[in-house]
């Protein structure tokens, strides 16, 4: 594919192809926009990654890919030290640091617990886990996992790992998403939001 | 936002969003992806985007992005030199080369005339078209340019400029694509269709 056009930019392209959300199409169109962009985008891209690739490391507390180690968050001496949200990735993590409303600190698995995908309890993160809920400073575990499978076996998993650690832990609620329509949700999410129902 | 994951990869997420097709969350997504692989996709596509801003230049001739100048079409002496195929962008060219109908050479405009966007005759390469023509080896001028507004504009001031010139001037064929259903065509497609009809 696009061997006319040079070795290169064929294995740009083909690089390109294998970010998420991309296909051979789209990393066509995005290196053309680079060729057609290159002091705005193409060599601005190329040092970006390059300083990222040479500066970040995963934080050896959290597991959070940051410059510093330890990252940002476990270093920030006005966050809770007593509550650790347990996140699938640093994406997760993201996401709740957007919402505001989290402020404690966090512990990245790596991914989660997954037969069909050949991931055991040794690929993820948990006894590091561990090892922070013994140091006595945390008194709340939130696991903030997908309610998925993988992500409900992985919960399970880490529940019994933590299990007489005297630390309680939490999952983050199941119901309505914000401006969720109810005909548009599946029966699961109903089922649940309907079991766990508040007063008004 | 990401503020949090430090001032590199909010950078990176930041350029990663102007690919085409990217927005916010993609690029987040891509991000955290290239943060995983950092051995097999950070560092490698680094590289590659270095090397391209490195070493692709425009050919000379006809204006496509390649390592070598003349490009490897230009340079190809088992190509049509009487044959030259104008395209908007080389992403039109590589499609046109993947079909593997075309062996004759090529001419990049690098754009469309468009009175919205403000772009005007001297941004595209046209007189460099011209002056390939007067060459002498050049008998036919096809004008591969998208059937839309801007380039149907493009391809009537292209004709005039090259009007006594001596070649050719032809546009690919409009009508009903491979697979195209006559249901999900739109009018105009079908009109062309009709009008362009031929003997089976």
Known sequence: MAAFAGPEIERLIALLAKLPGMGPRSARRAALALLKRR??????????????????????????PDTR?????CSDPARDNSL?????????????????AFRGKYHVLGGLL??????????????ELVGRTRGGEASEV?????????GQTT??????????SGVSITSLARGVPVGGELDWLDDGTIV?????RRPT
């Open 142 to 150: 939130i696991l903030a996992l997908p309610a998925t499978v993988d």
């Open 84 to 100: 650790i949200c347990v996140v699938e990735e640093a994406g997760a993590l993201w996401a709740m640091e957007r919402s505001g």
């Open 39 to 64: 002091e705005a985008l193409l060599i601005p891209l190329a040092a970006a990654l390059a300083e990222t690739a040479d500066k970040v490391r995963s934080c050896s507390i959290c597991g959070t």
């Open 155 to 164: 919960a399970h998993y880490i529940a019994e790992r933590l299990a007489g």
């Open 114 to 127: 997954s037969a069909l995908d050949g991931v055991g309890p040794d690929a993820l993160r948990v006894t």
């Open 69 to 73: 180690d330890p990252c940002s968050i």
């Open 192 to 196: 649940q939001a309907l079991r766990a």
